[in-house]
């Protein structure tokens, strides 16, 4: 039988076929139109030469199969495009189910989406045991379900709540908790996989299916029961018109039962529909721009073994604990040990909760060092500064570090409002310098702002981004101005938050209403989040650069030594780490207050862009939607804006401007944005 360009077929001497994947030219298998074409033309070769059984495998080092192609659904333009493809997809698998023979799945590495429902048509599956083991359905991120039979085969397999569990969080199963709920039969030592997966093969035991349990929550009459909580629950992170993709996978099970062909045909219908939907688009654009963050630093031939940070403050310690985290040697240094000391033990339940293995706990551990003297700076590949916001006490410390610093070491600073040609100005070397600014909480927030200044090196700054790539956050290159890009397109939502809760309107009113447009949280606990304090200092950066105001209500609460989240106290009162939100439910919401909020981030954003501290737009809604949390679904602050419509944000922006000031006056760059820029995804 004659090999296909992404499937290699060999029969050996007990007549079991194996059919091995292997997309040329890639280093990662995905699930696209091509290899499902070469897949059924295998498994008619297959079925015509009567093996005992077959074993589907990949050749891949780095695991089974990824997914299906998720540029490919970018060319889809109408649902019935989708359905099309999608009832292709889901007739190999049935043909691959429909075997005469038993088939099995020898898994290692992932198998995600598209590769996890080949393997579900398979009548067994076994799976190598080792800690990159990852089995999972992530298509709800991507504003999707499963689409090749997955809503159904996973619930006769595992039964409803694991299945269910498993497609609405989109979070995958590592090799103990898929053996346990029955997504998997073996779990290996990853030498003996494709040994065992022919033995059970050819042992032929009987095919698991959900357990009993399971099957009655499958009956119509308990389905509605079931289906009733489950939205409840769904409620309360997503909201359906937002984020359609998880009811639908209700909506689903709910009407079908996973049973019958007219489950796959409405999960066709369903995942076709989805696809066209804004949602679904923006969410598939989120996942390119975090690839395209993902793929910067590959230029740099830089090595990272050994940080040195120096401030042992929340963010400095963090910062440190992180590093050790990834791997490296950290030294961290201040000014005494009893300063040094809570970034320790914050550090040690750090490692000892995310890492729940004793033994890698300790070794994180180990990899942290207190160091007053400063004794690491010499062997050190990163030297990370992040004290206090001071710029003398700045250059102060760089002056004593230079003469210290390894030839090719980067010296960094964290500062999250000063510019780096202000910094720089009294080193020898003012090119090595270089922001890498991260955010609170160190450990939560993937994004990195690499902030390079007119004198920096392209060389250091190429550096940084690989060294936060090492970190496994997304790097933002971008260009030092006040308050970079982050804190820049922030601050006048904060703001205008502040301004509103001075004219009257209820803080938790306000906070509701960022909600509603889908942030992450409200503005206002968001403030007292980051700290009073911090936001006062950043506010203050940028009221003096750009001419603005700072509220009067949030210098009026750091005089009174109310930080916030921290101090226990700030725009709310807070109770075990949680804010106490007074009710407000006969406060009419004014029909402004959401343009209020959302349209100076939007009119940052395009400043940002036409001063041209970021390259592009699509890099400008990465880093809004990485670090603030700006509403996925739709795509970041500019596609929202191009979505919307420019003309209507232009004349909303005026309007306001005619009511509460010219802060709201539309940016000259409104103009720039009507055509895509060249990186536009």
Known sequence: MADTNTWSFRMDADRVAWLVCDTPGTS?????????????????????QQPAGVVIRSAKANGFIAGADIKEFLKIRTPEEGYELVRAGQAVLQTLEDLPCPSIAALHGFALGGGLELALACTYRVAADDATLSLGFPEVLLGLHPGFGGTVRSVQLIGVRPALDLMLKGKPYKGSRALAVGLIDELVPPPALLERAKSRLLASPPKATAPFVDKLLNFGWVRPFIARQTAATLRHSVRRDQYPAPYAILDLWQRHGAAGAESYEAEA????????????????????????????????????????????????????????????????????????????????????????????????????????????????????????????????????????????????????????????????????????????????????????????????????????????????????????????????????????????????????????????????????????????????????????????????????KKFGRKSGEGFYVWRDGKPVKPDAPQFAIPADLEDRLILPMLNEAVACLREGVIEDADL??????????????????????????????????????????????????????????????
């Open 28 to 48: 990662t298998n995905v699930l696209s139109a091509a290899v499902l074409r070469d897949l059924a033309a295998q498994l008619v070769d297959v079925a015509a």
């Open 269 to 560: 219908r369903s995942i076709s529909d989805l696809m066209c939907t804004p949602t679904s688009r923006n969410l598939v654009r989120v996942f390119l721009l975090q690839d395209r963050l993902k793929s910067l630093g590959g230029k740099s031939p830089a090595d990272f073994r050994h940080v040195h940070v120096i401030g042992a403050g929340v963010m400095g310690g963090d910062i440190a604990a992180w590093s050790a985290f990834r791997g490296m040697t950290v030294t961290l240094q201040d000014r005494s040990l009893e300063l040094i000391q809570p970034a320790m033990d914050r550090a040690k339940v750090f490692f000892d909760k995310r890492l729940k293995d004793p033994a890698a706990a300790a070794a994180a551990f180990a990899r942290l060092r207190m160091d007053v003297k400063g004794d690491g700076v010499a062997d050190s590949d990163v030297v990370i500064e992040a004290i206090f916001e001071n710029v003398d006490a700045k250059r102060a410390l760089y002056a004593e570090l230079e003469p210290k610093l390894k030839p090719n070491a980067i010296l960094a600073t964290n500062t999250s409002s000063i510019k780096i040609e202000t910094l720089c100005e009294k080193l020898r070397d003012p090119s090595r310098l270089v922001g890498i600014h991260f955010f609170n909480p160190v450990a939560q927030l993937q994004l990195v702002e690499i902030v390079q200044g007119t004198s920096t090196q392209p060389q250091v700054v190429q550096n940084a981004l690989k060294f936060t790539r090492k970190l496994d956050k997304l790097p933002l290159p971008c260009n030092s101005a006040p308050g970079f890009v982050v804190n820049r397109i922030l601050t006048p939502y904060v703001n205008e938050a502040l301004f509103a809760l001075e004219g009257g309107i209820p803080a938790a009113v306000i906070d509701r209403v960022g909600k509603a447009f889908g942030m992450p949280m409200g503005p206002i606990e968001l403030t007292d989040v980051v700290g009073l304090d911090v936001s006062l200092h950043v506010g203050r950066v940028l009221a003096d650069a750009l001419q603005r105001r700072v509220p009067d209500i949030l210098v009026k609460l750091v005089e009174q």
């Open 620 to 681: 400008l809604d990465a880093g809004a939607i990485f670090a603030t949390g700006f509403a996925p679904f739709r795509g970041g602050p500019l596609q929202y804006a191009r979505a919307r419509g420019i003309a209507n944000v232009t004349a909303r922006l005026e309007e306001l401007a005619q009511r509460y000031g010219e802060r709201f006056r539309p940016d000259p760059g409104w103009q720039q944005l009507q055509s895509p820029s060249r990186h536009s995804l």
